[in-house]
């Protein structure tokens, strides 16, 4: 089973869709399934549709916020087959699941919820839209099917090998990459430094920090990395006090 890549659901409505999507996940050698807010899930109807996948169902974690959830995190993809009002470029299937095992990191796959999927502000925290291709005039999944198709690729991409751990497969001392929660620190000592200096207005920000989370995103940061992103910010800081 692989524990290096999470399945994130936020604010699920139907019990049997959790358990529809434990069952896919251990079809596919998955186990990790984290739950943003979810209904009363731990039901008849649940067990019965996860179908011997009961183990993922009942050991799933609940978080209060997505930003929880995905903290240990250092990928994160949102799936969303909708462009928001800063699109992101979407990443198709397949090349996101090669991304995912070539750099065999903690990842999230984050899917929203059954009618409206995941809002501006869940996708700002992703490093991608992830895309299942579909067709254009009906691209709407089912939760459980859309969970089984992102594994499926997963495991056509990795086969067997899932059951090694991604983190052995990490090359000898390689630098570690920043956790999502790091670069969410990051995030806001950015913002805080640019009110200070005056490069942003919170009355009007505009679409600012959104760019800057676009900017970093296309890079996979490493942890040094924002250490010297906020060490620059701090020597800012000290500088106009």
């Given amino acids: 089973?692989?524990?290096?890549?999470?399945?994130?659901?936020?604010?699920?409505?139907?019990?049997?869709?959790?358990?529809?999507?434990?069952?896919?996940?251990?079809?596919?050698?998955?186990?990790?399934?984290?739950?943003?807010?979810?209904?009363?899930?731990?039901?008849?109807?649940?067990?019965?549709?996860?179908?011997?996948?009961?183990?993922?169902?009942?050991?799933?974690?609940?978080?209060?916020?997505?930003?929880?959830?995905?903290?240990?995190?250092?990928?994160?993809?949102?799936?969303?087959?909708r462009a928001r009002s800063?699109?992101?470029?979407?990443?198709?299937?397949?090349?996101v699941a090669q991304s995912i095992v070539s750099e065999a990191q903690p990842t999230a796959i984050v899917f929203g919820r059954e009618r409206s999927g995941l809002t501006n502000e869940e996708l700002a925290l992703c490093d991608g839209r992830l895309v299942i291709p579909a067709n254009p005039s009906f691209s709407s999944l089912n939760l459980a099917s859309a969970v089984q198709i992102v594994t499926y690729e997963l495991q056509r991409q990795t086969g067997f090998a899932l059951q090694t751990s991604a983190v052995d497969a990490v090359a000898g001392d390689a630098e570690p990459l920043a956790t999502h929660d790091a670069v969410e620190n990051m995030y806001t000592h950015l913002q805080q430094v640019a009110e200070h200096t005056g490069f942003l207005d919170p009355a009007n920000p505009r679409l600012l920090m959104q760019r800057f989370r676009r900017l970093f995103s296309r890079a996979s940061i490493l942890q040094s990395?924002?250490?010297?992103?906020?060490?620059?910010?701090?020597?800012?800081?000290k500088s106009i006090r």
């Fill in 1 to 81: 089973m692989n524990r290096d890549i999470s399945i994130v659901l936020v604010e699920t409505s139907h019990a049997g869709n959790i358990g529809a999507a434990a069952r896919a996940m251990k079809t596919m050698q998955f186990e990790d399934l984290r739950l943003v807010r979810p209904c009363k899930y731990k039901t008849a109807e649940a067990l019965a549709r996860a179908s011997g996948a009961d183990e993922i169902l009942t050991e799933s974690r609940v978080y209060d916020s997505l930003e929880d959830a995905i903290a240990d995190r250092v990928r994160v993809f949102g799936t969303s087959a």
């Fill in 86 to 95: 800063l699109d992101w470029a979407p990443k198709n299937l397949p090349d």
């Fill in 225 to 237: 990395e924002v250490q010297i992103v906020r060490g620059l910010l701090t020597a800012i800081e």
